[in-house]
T-cell receptor, first 112, second 113 residues
């Protein structure tokens, strides 16, 4: 089955700096790669996703890149703010309706 | 529109007891998933319903876990008898039949003592 590795497990940055979280996956059939943000005590929420026919996608301060050949994808957050502090999960799955395979999560702390 | 709702939010039970978790997906979402996160580890897939049918239950840890989705609406996940290692946060998620985006509930934190 699919195996998703996520690094780092914890990340601390100063406000205004950039943060990068990286994930690798093992199943070349995976073609959907979402990122979820989970704030303390809240539900995981989708913040951005990318499909295998796209190499990069941006949404304001958040971007995701995908390298299908190398089987890795990354989340980039620029101009970080304290409210970006949360646990971020990457995931991979196949065609629509398939279950998500998650990484172990990255606890991001943005200090003022 | 109401999101995915899970009950209860917390449950503390003794080893050997039974607990039933409930998930109400977003109306119209045929896909319903159960996941579990044990402390510090990844969110692991348990099973997937399409309407009332079990599409994939490969993630269910053992036969102490029973999931149902009668009528294709809400789902229940019963753990009987509960063991210490069953402690964790159980998430439910739902998505449209032809969609990838999964919407999560707030989770049920289960503690077995």
């Amino acid at each position: 089955g699919e195996n998703v590795e996520q690094h780092p497990s914890t990340l601390s940055v100063q406000e205004g700096d950039s943060a990068v979280i990286k994930c690798t996956y093992s199943d070349s059939a995976s073609n959907y790669f979402p990122w979820y943000k989970q704030e303390l005590g809240k539900r995981p929420q989708l913040i951005i996703d990318i499909r295998s026919n796209v190499g990069e996608k941006k949404d304001q301060r958040i971007a995701v890149t995908l390298n299908k050949t190398a089987k890795h994808f990354s989340l980039h957050i620029t101009e970080t703010q304290p409210e970006d502090s949360a646990v971020y999960f990457c995931a991979a799955s196949g065609d629509s309706g398939y279950a998500l395979n998650f990484g172990k999560g990255t606890s991001l702390l943005v200090t003022p | 529109e109401a999101g995915v709702t899970q009950f209860p939010s917390h449950s503390v039970i003794e080893k050997g007891q039974t607990v039933t978790l409930r998930c109400d997906p977003i109306s119209g979402h045929d896909n319903l998933y159960w996941y579990r996160r044990v402390m510090g580890k990844e969110i692991k897939f348990l099973l997937h319903f399409v309407k009332e049918s079990k599409q994939d239950e490969s993630g269910m840890p053992n036969n102490r876990f029973l999931a149902e989705r009668t009528g294709g609406t809400y789902s229940t996940l019963k753990v009987q008898p509960a063991e210490l290692e069953d402690s964790g946060v159980y998430f439910c998620a739902s998505s449209l039949r032809e969609g990838n985006e999964a919407f999560f509930g707030q989770g049920t934190r289960l503690t077995v003592v």
